[in-house]
């Protein structure tokens, strides 16, 4: 049986990548195939300003970047897979350097966060993130990069 799952998309910028309506059932379908205990996910689509400060508040470094995840927690009130947040003028400017659609970049930036919020790291691994996205990528997004 499949849980609810509450996806909540901030996006006070209004970026019209975050109103696709398949982009939320997308990314359900993705978080329960991943995580079926997940009770809760959430997005925030920023500015570049915006990714800079949470960079910097949460990471000590003074930079913009394209992705940043905040992982959560099982309590007693359920689990929450954590939340992402996503830059997408980032996204639109990796999808046009790419020569791929803004919303395709976007799914792959999700990913990405909901497998750093499982617990991956690229960073500290030895290809395992990296292997399982690519495998990921393919089947969720039909990307071979």
Do not use: K
């Given at each position: 049986?499949?849980?609810?799952?509450?996806?909540?998309?901030q996006?006070?910028?209004?970026?019209?990548?975050?109103?696709?309506?398949?982009?939320r059932?997308?990314l359900?379908?993705?978080?329960?195939?991943?995580?079926?205990?997940?009770?809760?996910f959430?997005?925030?689509?920023?500015?570049e300003?915006?990714?800079?400060?949470?960079?910097?508040?949460?990471?000590g470094?003074d930079?913009?970047?394209?992705?940043?995840?905040?992982?959560?927690e099982?309590?007693e009130?359920g689990?929450?897979?954590g939340?992402?947040?996503?830059?997408?003028?980032?996204?639109?400017?990796?999808?046009?350097?790419?020569?791929r659609?803004?919303?395709?970049?976007?799914?792959?930036?999700?990913?990405h966060g909901?497998?750093?919020c499982?617990?991956?790291?690229?960073?500290?691994?030895?290809?395992?993130?990296?292997?399982?996205?690519?495998?990921?990528?393919?089947?969720?997004?039909?990307?071979?990069?």
């Open positions: 049986m499949t849980r609810d799952l509450e996806l909540v998309f996006n006070t910028t209004r970026f019209r990548e975050s109103r696709a309506p398949h982009l059932r997308w359900g379908r993705l978080v329960q195939e991943l995580v079926p205990e997940a009770d809760s959430s997005v925030n689509f920023v500015n300003v915006e990714m800079r400060e949470l960079n910097r508040l949460f990471r470094r930079a913009t970047t394209d992705v940043l995840s905040f992982p959560g099982t309590t009130e689990c929450h897979l939340d992402v947040a996503v830059s997408v003028s980032a996204a639109r400017q990796q999808a046009e350097a790419a020569g659609s803004s919303y395709r970049e976007v799914q792959t930036l999700l990913l909901v497998l750093h499982l617990g991956y790291d690229h960073e500290a691994d030895t290809g395992e993130m990296t292997s399982l996205e690519t495998r990921l990528r393919r089947s969720w997004i039909g990307d071979e990069r």
